[in-house]
């Protein structure tokens, strides 16, 4: 193809709920301890919304900061893309409640791809970009997943944290940063049931003559995902990296789905952890927020250098999965 824009990541942003929860507080209402999922997953505590918050509130704060660090306004955006799987309702699109919150009048919708939502949005957004149909793009990750596991759950309730990450894309030639050099996305529907929340579909519609309690929360076969997410890992970041030298990359960005898997994927990869983020230990695991807040984050604590190679993976719910190089 040719003539192509290429599409650049101008600003970012992130927005967490006050609310931190520790393991020692999940211990004392489930059969866990501290102890085990700090071993088996890596989290330490995640954050949790307070009530009357919701996904779009946690959006529209990522959103300011990303539209502030990028140096643009909510009403020079043509498009808000927002991965999410815990909107505010079942429709309307959160993207629509942002867009109405930053006063912006651009289109906007969800998509839904799980904890690959984010990477999804900046695909969708990227390739607006690179066709000459948009100039500025904000793309979200944003999730409230603790409003939707059984909290007493042990095999769920331990996992999944709240939060929102966002950024702006641009043609690369405006932003001059985070150039988005190549994309995957990817999908095997054979493994929908491995995690899943039945009701509020059609499937399982809502009729309390027939109520099953555990279909109002998310089920989760963390055994089978988690030899799902150590591959997928692994073939994402080879994919990413093939023809670049490691030398010349600065940062992996993984979804943050658990420490072991992390250290999984690059046992296979034969990789130490060094040029790797990781922020689960604080947050646990936000979904499509994951990615975009440990971007964020990477690039407040200096991890990412101007002219070197960012990669980044995620996977999840569907089965999804999705990977980008980007050059800072
Ligand atoms: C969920 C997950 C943390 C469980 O860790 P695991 O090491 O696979 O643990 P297992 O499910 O094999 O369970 C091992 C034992 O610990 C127990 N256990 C499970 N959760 C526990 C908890 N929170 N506290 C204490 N014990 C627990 C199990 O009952 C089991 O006991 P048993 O051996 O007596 O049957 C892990 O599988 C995971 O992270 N999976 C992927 C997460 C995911 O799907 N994320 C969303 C999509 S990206």
Not at 57 to 86: F, H, P, Q, W
Not at 127 to 135: D, E, R
């Amino acid at each position: 193809m040719t003539n192509l824009i290429a599409a650049g990541i101008a600003g970012t942003g992130l927005c967490l709920p006050e609310r931190r929860v520790t393991n020692d507080e999940l211990a004392k209402v489930i059969d866990t301890s501290d102890e085990w999922i700090i071993k088996r997953t890596g989290i330490r505590e995640r954050r949790w919304v307070e009530d009357g918050v919701q996904c779009s509130d946690l959006a529209t704060g990522a959103a300011r900061e990303a539209l502030a660090n990028a140096g643009i306004k909510a009403s020079d955006l043509d498009l808000i893309v927002v991965g999410t799987v815990s909107g505010d309702c079942v429709f309307p699109a959160v993207a629509c409640q942002v867009q109405h919150n930053l006063g912006a009048t651009c289109a906007a919708f969800d998509v839904n791809a799980a904890c690959t939502g984010f990477l999804t949005a900046m695909q969708v957004g990227s390739t607006h970009i690179s066709a000459g149909l948009a100039k500025s793009v904000l793309v979200i990750g944003s999730e409230a997943l603790s409003r939707m596991v059984n909290k007493t759950d042990r095999g769920s309730a331990i996992i999944f944290g709240d939060g929102a990450g966002a950024a702006i894309l641009q043609p690369f030639d405006v932003c001059g940063r985070g150039e988005i050099l190549r994309s995957t996305l990817g999908a095997d529907g054979s493994g929908h049931d491995l995690i899943a929340l039945p009701m509020g579909g059609t499937r399982h519609f809502h009729n309390m003559d027939s109520y099953v309690k555990e279909d109002h929360f998310i089920q989760l076969k963390g055994r089978e995902v988690y030899r799902f997410a150590v591959q997928k890992m692994a073939e994402l970041i080879r994919w990413a990296m093939e023809g670049i030298d490691q030398d010349d990359l600065c940062c992996v960005i993984p979804h943050q789905v658990n420490q072991r898997i992390i250290e999984g994927a690059l046992d296979r990869l034969d990789w130490d952890q060094s040029k790797v983020m990781v922020n689960i230990d604080r947050y646990g695991n936000t979904s499509a927020a994951s990615v975009p807040i440990a971007l964020h984050e990477a690039l407040e604590q200096g991890r990412i250098q101007e002219g070197k190679y960012v990669v980044l993976v995620a996977f999840g719910a569907g089965l999804t999965w999705g990977g980008s190089l980007l050059r800072w």
